[in-house]
């Protein structure tokens, strides 16, 4: 399959835990993209790389949140302290320049 | 503030009609405007994007028509087939700006019956 893989696909945590998510784009996609979607919305916008430089934050990513790529490759969406209002799919996708986006099936995180 | 506001919320049709869903957006720098297929438990998949110097775009049988002065597009889908059934957003960005942040409607929730 060379599409964008995300793991895990599904997380169940208690509140005031730590998670961490991992995204590996299409191989030769340079840019990689973070959006969160919770029930009845469209995806929000989270944070983008350029290789292995976040180039872009929304004030959605709070200091719980933190995103790295390391080497430009795989990349890791952590949430520390998780809240409720924490729970939503979180997306990512990848791209080879540009907004045509390849999505993954996303990792749904229930925060209880 | 909601930048791009999309409408239906829902929308039921017979196999082989022509099911419309609406955006209408607010800032006139946007320059990049997809539409995304999302289906339960998948990430939304790109259908067909529009650049605002263009009134209409086609592929199969799905079509953009883009109104630049109403700041508004809509999404046609020719001879509805319920595998087409699945929830569609719309989206804009600004992308000579340099920022590749889409920017996604609340989605439209698309019933097509047999």
């Known amino acids: 399959d060379t599409g964008v893989s995300q793991d895990p696909r599904h997380k169940i945590t208690k509140r005031g835990q730590n998670v961490t998510f991992r995204c590996d784009p299409i191989?030769?996609?340079?840019?990689l993209y973070w959006y969160r979607q919770t029930l009845g919305q469209g995806p929000e916008f989270l944070t983008y790389?350029?290789?292995?430089?976040?180039?872009?934050k929304s004030r959605l990513l709070s200091d719980r949140f933190s995103a790295e790529r390391p080497k430009g490759s795989f990349s890791t969406l952590e949430i520390q302290r998780t809240e409720q209002g924490d729970s939503a799919m979180y997306l990512c996708?990848?791209?080879?320049?540009?907004?045509?986006?390849?999505f993954g099936s996303g990792t749904r995180l229930t925060v209880v | 503030q909601q930048q791009v506001k999309q409408s239906p919320q829902s929308l039921i049709v017979q196999k082989g009609g022509i099911p419309i869903i609406n955006c209408a957006y607010e800032?006139?720098?946007?320059?990049?405007f997809p539409w995304y297929q999302q289906f339960p438990g998948k990430g939304p998949a790109l259908l067909i994007a529009?650049?605002?110097?263009?009134s209409e775009k086609k592929e199969g049988r799905f079509t953009i028509s883009f109104n630049k002065s109403a700041k508004q597009f809509s999404l046609h889908i020719m001879d509805s087939q319920p595998g087409d059934s699945a929830t569609y957003f719309c989206?804009?960005?600004?992308?000579?700006?340099?920022?590749?942040?889409?920017?996604f409607g609340k989605g439209t929730k698309l019933t097509v019956n047999p």
């Open positions: 996708a990848s791209s080879l320049g540009g907004v045509g986006y390849t």
């Open positions: 191989s030769e996609h340079n840019r």
């Open positions: 790389f350029q290789n292995e430089a976040q180039l872009e």
């Open positions: 800032n006139t720098a946007f320059d990049y």
């Open positions: 529009i650049r605002p110097d263009v």
């Open positions: 989206a804009a960005a600004i992308i000579q700006g340099g920022s590749e942040k889409l920017v």
